[in-house]
């Protein structure tokens, strides 16, 4: 049995993932702002410190999985820049502050970033903003989101974190430490995340047509996502690595069929 690390671990996708590996026999150690173990606010550096050294202390020094499912979307007011830093930094900071963590366990370690099929599915979203967070100065990336409406910020901040995923899974600190580092895209997953934007008449708006691009004709269950990151984190997920696996419903096959996979132009 493992021992696994999971933010966002109060609601949602984190919920139901921890609520599975806890009923395979796994130890869970769950992140977020209330109601776990490690309480810390992924926003902020202080509070990614905090977490990192809590989860460390409540795991020995010896992690075999890690998730990071704490996110938020956009909402009118909210600040572009608590995107920026939550879902991309409160992301890859915890990533590599567990590292040495995963580094240490003996029993197949894996970690698991959430994504969105945002990334594919948006149109036309700020690219400066991902290079900006790519770049890795919080306050630069922060001062960019601020000047974007935080409900076009998400995507970007997911991209980032999809491309954080690709160039770290294959690097000698994470594949060569014979950790698997992967990312999961979903679609729309009804879950509190959803609940809330559905409080909001626009953003309604856009969620009652964004779901007309689901082929399967419905929102998507955490539970659903939780049972792909569980085979990710699971020996059977042992070749994964890199990988940035889309669970949507057929939402990005409807709207860009032909764009991938793609034939490369050498
Ligand atoms: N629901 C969807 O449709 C959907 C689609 C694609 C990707 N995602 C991503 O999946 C992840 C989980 O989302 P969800 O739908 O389960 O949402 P959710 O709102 O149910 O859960 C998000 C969790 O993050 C925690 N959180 C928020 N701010 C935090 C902070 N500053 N510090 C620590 N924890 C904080 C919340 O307390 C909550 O428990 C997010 O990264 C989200 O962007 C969700």
């Not at 700020?126 to 409900?151: K, P, Q, R, Y």
């Not at 014979?178 to 953003?203: C, K, Y």
Request: hydrophobic share 45%.
């Amino acid at each position: 049995m493992s021992t696994i690390a999971i933010t966002g671990a109060a609601s949602g996708i984190g919920a139901a993932t921890t609520a599975r590996l806890r009923n395979e026999g796994h130890t869970v150690i769950g992140v977020d702002l209330r109601d776990t173990a490690v309480i810390a606010d992924l926003a902020t550096a202080e509070g990614r410190q905090s977490a990192v050294a809590g989860v460390l202390d409540a795991c020995g020094g010896v992690l075999d999985g890690l998730v990071t499912c704490a996110g938020l979307s956009g909402y009118p007011g909210r600040p572009g820049s608590l995107l920026a830093s939550l879902n991309y930094f409160g992301t890859i900071e915890v990533m590599e502050g567990l590292r040495p963590a995963l580094a240490r366990s003996t029993n197949g370690p894996s970690a698991g970033a959430i994504s969105s099929n945002s990334t594919t599915t948006a149109p036309n979203y700020s690219m400066e903003l991902v290079e900006a967070l790519l770049a890795g100065d919080e306050a630069a990336a922060c001062a960019v989101a601020d000047t974007i409406d935080s409900l076009v910020v998400y995507a970007p901040t997911k991209l980032a974190v999809a491309r954080w995923v690709r160039h770290s899974a294959i690097s000698p600190e994470w594949a060569g430490a014979g950790i698997r580092l992967n990312a999961v895209a979903p679609g729309m997953i009804a879950t509190p995340m959803i609940d809330e934007g559905n409080s909001d008449e626009f953003i309604a708006k856009q969620l009652e047509m964004f779901k007309q691009t689901i082929a399967l004709g419905r929102a998507g269950r955490p539970e659903e996502i939780a049972a792909l990151i569980g085979l990710l984190l699971s020996a059977d997920g042992g070749f994964f690595c890199g990988s940035v696996l889309f669970c949507d419903g057929g939402t990005d096959a409807l709207l860009r069929a032909d764009d991938w996979p793609a034939r490369w132009n050498l």
